[in-house]
Every structure is written in structure tokens, then in C-alpha cells.
């Protein structure tokens, strides 16, 4: 039997069949969602055509016939008419406040050229004040069209973006987040020269000459963001809450017009995590978001002690997790390797962190009873991280259960480790969009064999009886749950229709599961979210396709008609 059966059949206990407590004063439902087809993710009943919902809970769930019977003379009824319904999207790794951010700076995830990049920054420049920082992200060099012309290691030089902004310092981030490429005047703000060394876990992209062409991968990053974030400090507190609230209210929309009403956070700073806080219990928070702690310094592991924080603002903000970094990213050559890149052979990738800082974030987390997330990409970093983990939690199964860390996004495994997943409990928190957007680069990174038996491997991980958690890493990629889940099940690209290594797909229901009640369990939130059941929280959403049964190509044309979140509709499409 596999892990994720054994998963759902231990829930099975905490389950009422048909109704149960909730906050509502009575158990006559607030609202009925009727002539509905539901996808339940409950294995009891995992299919219905109607829902009742008390207070903020499923109270019940069933036939229209059955369902009815139960309303009262205040009780609001929706005709769905048909239309599909399934336990609200839990994003499983996003960046909250980065997807925020992106909706406000500028977006090149579409872009495929240089020069198109170029272009929109010109434009955004004759709007900007002559010395504002002008910021952006999701441009990839492997996805270009129309040659850059002179380029290193793919990346072209910076000269472009002098000329469309002569007069701002400009910094736009990799579509991974694990690069940037800045211009003349945000080099010169951060100092760098030809004698600015590479720092630890980072490099300056270097012509021949040796003169940066304004590429900073890893940690060389951070001498950019140096002044960028000197800038930004200026700011009184006022202001920096000002626009931290409007990033949130962005973020917010953009998740619930795409039927999100959960999102698992990969990683906030304590600030970020008290303003959090403070507009949840002010109920200003209107999805439920999971946070993990950014990577603490050693000197900062003792805040640890305050959380994990649960359920705060009536189940709107749970703190119970840490997020560290122990490489990068595969297009970034970031990914900590094995053997060498086979398009980089004097490479091997970024160990970002020491290993030695990664145990004692795992000590740490274990001590204070919080989940490690780390974030491994590469196989050397993914086995180094099931070391650490099999040794902090002395190699027992059950612990890691009863642990339940992650590996946040476990995209190159040696086959060798794989059933190190299930025999250490370890949840492989993976995202299945990235398969198929980072497919036209995979071969040529780590040649046939290595792309073929280990990335992106989620069959091979179901059958060897792991976990997988869904997601999208926005705003790596556009938080949209359909791309993905198109991906998760086809591991075909919509442009040119490649194919990677088809063998490695989840079935429909699994990669609805992997975005709904497997990712709730990924939390420690199984009882509270993530199916149909009642009991949990009434968050639904409604679409105008059948995920379980349209043709895997219809998946991309669905659309969210409804979000509801505690049982209250929160979007409603026009």
C-alpha cells in the first residue's frame, strides 16, 4: 500500500460522515452549494453534488436530495448549474509578499528576447524619477527566441540596460530568483569592480577580459541588493507598511481570482511575519497563508522559541516552519551536482550554505518542534539534505513522520536516494510547472540519463511511497494552479509541444490531490483544510471544467467562477 494511501486512511478517524461542530450558533447552514459535480479528496466520499456550510465549516456534504433537507429560512443557496467543484488550490511553495511585489514591478516571464527586455525597461524608465530604482523579474536566457548577441555562459552583457535607463539604476531577477542582471549605475551604487571578489556560495559572471558583464549568480547577488535595500530603508516605517499592505492586497486578489484560498509561504522575515500577524488577527488577511521563517542567522535562531504560532486570526496565519538554502538553481548552473554540469564541466553547481549551517537549523527546528524546509535542488544537495535529516531525526521512519520536513523542490535525485524519501518520511515539495518550463534546458544541463532517471521523478517517488506537496514558486512561474496541474499530469510543453520523459506523470486524481489534500498534510493541516469533509474549513472553489474528466488540453482553458474562503465568496468572476 502507498505512503499516500496510508495517509488518507489515518485521517480517516478524525472524519464525521456528515456533520459536526462548527462556529456557526446552530447546525442550520448558513449556505448550500447545490447541483454542483465535486471532487471531494475525500476518500469516504469522494464524490458529491451538493455541500452545506455552517459558519465557517463544511457542515455537510452529499446529494442535492440529501443536502437540501437541512436548510433553513436564512439560508443562502447557490445553483452551481452543474459546474465543478473541489477543495479550495493550496499553493504549496510561493513567495506571498514576492508575488505582491512581481504584480507591481516589471514581469518578463513572457518575455523572449534581450531586446523585448530592454524595450519594456525603456518604457518604465520615462515614468521613473532619475535616480529610482527600476526592478524586475522572469527573464531566463534559455528561453530567448532572437539571439542577445554577445553573451557569457548564455548571459548577455549589461549595455542594453545603460541605454534604456541612463539615468536609473536597474536590477532585473532571473526568473529562478537565483540571478540578476543590473546595470552600469547599479554596479557602480554597490562598488563593483574588477577587483571585487566572487563572495562564498556566489559568483560575478566575468568576460574573458575579466570585467563583470553585470550577471550576479547565488550569493553575489546580495552585493546588489545592498544598495537596492539602502534605498528602500530610507523609507519611514509608515510608508514601509503602506506598501507592504498593498503587496499583500495584490497578492490576495491574484490567488483568489485563481481559486487559491491557502498559500504555503517559502520563506518571511520575522517583520514580514509580524505584519502578517497583525492584519490577520485584524482579519485584513483574506486566504490563509502557511509561513516559514527565512534562513535565520546562528545569532537569530534563538527567536525560534516564539513559535511555532497556529491558527492565528481564526485559522488565517500558522508560523510553524523554516526555509534554508542549501544550493540554487539548475539554470543559474546553481544546482549542486554530483558529477559536473554536462554543458559546464569545470562545474558542479552552488553549496550556498555551509552544511555544517543547515544541521544546526535542523537541530534548531527540531528543539523548538518547528518543520526544516530546505530548499536542494541539485542531487549532491538533496542527498547531503536527506543526510542531515536522517541523522537529526536518528534515521527512524515514524520520527520523520511525526516531523514531517521538507525538501522544497527536490528536482534532480540520484535514483539511489529516492526511497530515502519514504524511509525517512521526508515530503518532497516539488512543482510540477517547473518540469515542463524547465524542459528545453534539463537534457543539456545534465545530459540524457541523469534527466532522464531523476528530474522532476514523481512517479517514481509515489511508487517508492513519498509524498509530494504541489506548487508553482510564484513568482517563478504565474501562480496559476492549471498550467501546473497540466504539467503534473502531461509533462508537455504548450509552445512546442515537448515531451519530457513521459513516464514520470501523476495520475489526474493524484496531481489533484498533490495541490489540495496532500499539500494540507504537507502543513500539519489535514484536519483542518485540503478536502471536502466536514468539519474542515469551507473553502471551495468552482470551475467551469471538469479537472477529472476534459481533455488534459482543456485544463489550460478552465476558469475560476467562484472562490470561497471560511464560506464566504470571495471572488466571483464577471
Request: glycine share 8%; net charge negative; charged share 20%.
Amino acid at each position: 500500500m502507498k505512503f499516500t494511501t496510508l495517509i488518507v486512511l489515518s485521517l480517516l478517524a478524525a472524519i464525521t460522515p456528515i456533520a459536526c461542530t462548527t462556529n456557526s450558533p446552530s447546525n442550520i447552514p448558513d449556505l448550500l452549494l447545490l447541483n454542483g459535480n465535486f471532487f471531494t479528496a475525500d476518500s469516504l466520499r469522494p464524490q458529491a453534488t451538493a455541500v452545506a456550510v455552517a459558519g465557517d465549516r463544511i457542515l455537510a456534504v452529499g446529494s442535492d436530495e440529501e443536502i437540501k433537507k437541512l436548510a433553513g429560512d436564512k439560508t443562502e443557496i447557490i445553483d452551481l448549474q452543474g459546474a465543478f467543484g473541489m477543495p479550495g488550490f493550496i499553493e504549496g511553495h510561493g513567495h506571498f509578499a514576492g508575488l505582491g511585489q512581481s504584480l507591481l514591478n516589471l514581469n518578463l516571464m513572457t518575455t523572449r528576447s534581450w531586446q523585448e527586455i530592454a524595450g519594456l525597461v525603456a518604457e518604465k524608465a520615462e515614468t521613473t524619477a532619475p535616480g529610482e530604482w527600476i526592478e524586475g523579474r522572469g527573464w531566463h536566457q534559455e528561453k530567448w527566441t532572437v539571439s542577445p548577441g554577445s553573451t557569457v555562459n548564455g548571459y548577455p552583457y549589461h549595455f542594453a540596460l545603460d541605454s534604456a535607463a541612463p539615468n536609473n539604476p536597474v536590477v532585473l531577477y532571473h526568473a529562478s530568483g537565483h540571478g540578476l542582471i543590473a546595470n552600469t549605475q547599479a554596479m557602480q551604487l554597490a562598488g563593483i569592480s574588477r577587483e571585487t571578489g566572487d563572495p562564498i556560495g556566489g559568483r560575478i559572471v566575468r568576460d574573458a577580459k575579466g570585467n563583470a558583464v553585470g550577471v550576479f549568480e547565488e550569493n553575489a547577488m546580495n552585493l546588489i541588493e545592498k544598495p537596492l535595500l539602502d534605498w528602500k530603508n530610507r523609507r519611514t516605517e509608515a510608508e514601509k507598511i503602506a506598501a507592504f499592505e498593498k503587496i499583500v492586497q495584490l497578492a490576495s486578489q491574484e490567488c483568489l481570482a485563481k481559486g487559491i484560498t491557502s498559500f504555503q509561504d517559502a520563506g518571511s522575515d520575522f517583520w514580514e511575519i509580524g505584519q502578517y500577524r497583525r492584519l490577520a488577527e485584524a482579519s485584513q488577511l483574506p486566504l490563509r497563508l502557511w509561513v516559514m521563517i527565512s534562513q535565520p542567522k546562528s545569532s537569530e535562531l534563538s527567536k525560534l522559541a516564539a513559535f511555532p504560532q497556529i491558527g492565528l486570526g481564526n485559522g488565517h496565519l500558522t508560523v510553524r516552519a523554516v526555509k534554508a538554502y542549501l544550493d540554487g538553481a539548475l539554470g543559474s548552473y546553481g544546482a549542486w551536482l554530483l558529477a559536473p554540469y554536462a554543458d559546464k564541466p569545470d562545474s558542479y553547481g552552488q553549496n550556498v550554505t555551509p552544511t555544517d549551517s543547515i544541521a544546526a537549523v535542523a537541530a534548531a527546528c527540531k528543539q523548538y518542534g518547528l518543520q526544516c524546509c530546505v530548499h536542494a535542488i541539485g542531487d549532491r544537495a538533496n542527498r547531503e539534505v536527506l543526510d542531515i535529516f536522517e541523522k537529526t531525526a536518528d534515521g527512524k521512519p515514524t520520527t520523520g513522520n511525526q516531523l514531517r520536513w521538507r525538501i522544497e523542490h527536490s528536482q534532480h535525485i540520484d535514483p539511489q536516494d529516492i526511497p530515502r524519501f519514504r524511509q525517512l518520511g521526508v515530503i518532497a515539495a516539488m512543482q510540477g510547472i517547473h518540469c515542463t518550463s524547465d524542459a528545453p534546458f534539463v537534457v543539456k544541463r545534465l545530459g540524457t540519463e541523469r534527466a532522464r532517471t531523476g528530474a522532476y521523478a514523481w512517479r517514481s517517488l509515489l511508487d517508492a511511497g513519498a509524498l509530494i506537496a504541489n506548487g508553482t514558486d510564484a513568482p517563478v512561474e504565474d501562480v496559476n494552479p492549471l498550467p501546473c496541474l497540466y504539467a503534473t499530469i502531461t509533462r508537455l510543453r504548450t509552445d512546442s509541444g515537448l515531451e519530457f520523459f513521459p513516464e514520470q506523470k501523476m495520475t489526474r486524481e493524484e496531481a489533484l490531490l498533490s495541490y489540495t489534500l496532500w499539500n494540507a498534510w504537507a502543513a500539519f493541516e489535514e484536519k483542518e483544510k485540503g478536502s471536502l469533509t466536514p468539519g474542515k474549513y469551507a473553502d471551495v472553489a468552482i470551475l467551469n471544467k471538469d479537472l477529472l474528466r476534459c481533455a488534459p488540453e482543456e485544463i489550460l482553458q478552465a476558469k475560476v467562477t467562484k472562490t470561497i474562503v471560511g464560506g464566504k465568496v470571495l471572488y466571483n468572476a464577471k
